[in-house]
T-cell receptor, first 114, second 114 residues
């Protein structure tokens, strides 16, 4: 039972390079999320998709774009990477848009921007 | 402004002793509260939630949490700590301005000594 799968697990980029982080879930969940985790700051929501075909900005969307490709997949793109985007990125999913359902997280992508 | 506070960066406890990880919140209206745990190099895992009902909520791995409305707290507890409980713990509350979003605390590292 894979749950939420993120690729790649690690990546090093140079400033200005672009990259897409991939996320797929096999739980037939409607809602998906992208977070970033920085030391001492908990998790901050970048973008979310309440259902297939919709996306909305979270707390820290600047410098990122997302695509909800289908019900299973939700990708995060950095068009021009900056050192401030060095972080651990987590994708999550939940049954639906009602937040009392728990979110299920992938194991993260550790991204370093030089 | 809505917020979640975890006042302790780290909690140290001996194996077999009871543990408490503290969380306080500030939201308008009735809160939806959650605890998640993160093991090294893994994503967050759901432990338990409070939506309504009994103030004492039981969750996974023997953890429980007590909701206290007058003190605006939702402390995580376990009667007897295990070394394997050592991890990073996050408290979260529903964003009252959006039914799908969670606001996470900064996390508390629990270290259980053998």
């Amino acid at each position: 039972n894979a749950g939420v799968t993120q690729t790649p697990k690690f990546q090093v980029l140079k400033t200005g390079q672009s990259m897409t982080l991939q996320c797929a879930q096999d739980m037939n969940h409607n809602s998906m999320y992208w977070y970033r985790q920085d030391p001492g700051m908990g998790l901050r929501l970048i973008y979310y998709s309440a259902s297939e075909g919709t996306t909305d900005k979270g707390e820290v969307p600047n410098g990122y774009n997302v695509s909800r490709l289908n019900k299973r997949e939700f990708s995060l793109r950095l068009e021009s990477a900056a050192p401030s985007q060095t972080s651990v990125y987590f994708c999550a999913s939940s049954v639906d848009r009602v937040v009392n359902q728990p979110q299920h997280f992938g194991d993260g992508t550790r991204l370093s921007i030089l | 402004a809505q917020s979640v506070a975890q006042p302790e960066d780290q909690v140290n406890v001996a194996e077999g002793n009871p543990l408490t990880v503290k969380c306080t919140y500030s939201v308008s209206g009735n809160p939806y509260l959650f605890w998640y745990v993160q093991y090294p190099n893994r994503g967050l895992q759901f432990l338990l939630k409070y939506i309504t009902g009994d103030n004492l909520v039981k969750g996974s791995y023997g953890f429980e949490a007590e909701f206290n409305k007058s003190q605006t707290s939702f402390h995580l507890k376990k009667p007897s700590a295990l070394v394997s409980d050592s991890a990073l713990y996050f408290c979260a509350v529903r964003d009252m301005d959006s039914s799908y979003k969670l606001i996470f605390g900064s996390g508390t590292r629990l270290l259980v000594r053998p």
